[in-house]
């Protein structure tokens, strides 16, 4: 069964950082490419960033550029995304996303002071 | 930017319905669009992929059609399950973009 399973979401005040990870089984983790996702609360959905199979190229929302950073490690099936000098608009729940089929449950980040 | 126009926003509808929502791309996308299935609180379910394939699992009353830049999500006789709001995607190119969203509420 396929599975993605988010963590490490929290409240953090503006200006922190956070590292939210995405841990996966069920499928051969290298051979996908993954998103973030992001979804603030009672609104649509909003694409993040995006990597490669192997960790090679990656894309990011023009909002996220240069603050983000999204990596991988497909020893450990976990896929990452790095989020520095955050702001209160990036609140939202963020969801990993297998290519565009399979989402995981997502997981709550808060910036607020 | 691919800018997505997914209409109606919203509707009411009655069990047994035809139900139909559209997505319209400001380019083509070949058929690299797309559709979710949300619940409230929960993660998107994928319903449609590539236009028209269903996915294993999914109730065969779903269907998808189009290509290029219009698309057709359909629910064919709508059931108490399928009152949620339901979303197209493009993975076509960088930033992906979602529809605005369709919220499915009973008459």
């Known amino acids: 069964e396929v599975q993605l399973v988010e963590s490490g979401g929290d409240r953090v005040q503006p200006g922190g950082s956070l590292r939210l990870a995405c841990t996966v089984s069920?499928?051969?983790?290298?051979?996908?490419?993954m998103h973030w996702v992001r979804q603030d609360p009672g609104k649509g959905l909003v694409w993040v960033a995006r990597?490669?199979?192997?960790?090679?190229?990656?894309s990011y929302a023009d909002s996220v550029k240069g603050r983000f950073t999204v990596s991988r490690d497909n020893a450990k099936n976990i896929l990452f995304l790095q989020m520095n000098s955050l702001r209160v608009e990036d609140t939202a729940v963020y969801f990993c996303l297998r290519a565009s089929d399979y989402w995981g449950q997502g997981t709550l980040v808060t910036v607020s002071s | 930017d691919i800018q997505m126009t997914q209409s109606p926003s919203s509707l009411s509808a009655s069990l047994g319905d035809r139900v139909i929502i559209t997505c319209r791309t400001s380019q083509s996308v070949t058929t690299n669009l797309h559709w979710y299935q949300q619940k409230p609180g929960k993660a998107p379910k994928l319903l449609i992929y590539r236009a028209s394939t269903l996915p294993n699992g999914v109730p065969s009353r779903f269907s998808g059609s189009g290509s290029e830049t219009d698309f057709t999500l359909t629910i064919s006789s709508l059931q108490p399950d399928d009152f949620a709001t339901y979303y197209c995607?493009?993975?076509?190119?960088?930033?992906?973009?979602f529809g605005g969203g369709t919220k499915v509420e009973i008459k």
């Open positions: 995607h493009q993975s076509h190119s960088t930033p992906l973009t």
């Open positions: 990597i490669n199979s192997d960790g090679s190229s990656t």
């Open positions: 069920g499928f051969t983790f290298s051979d996908y490419w």
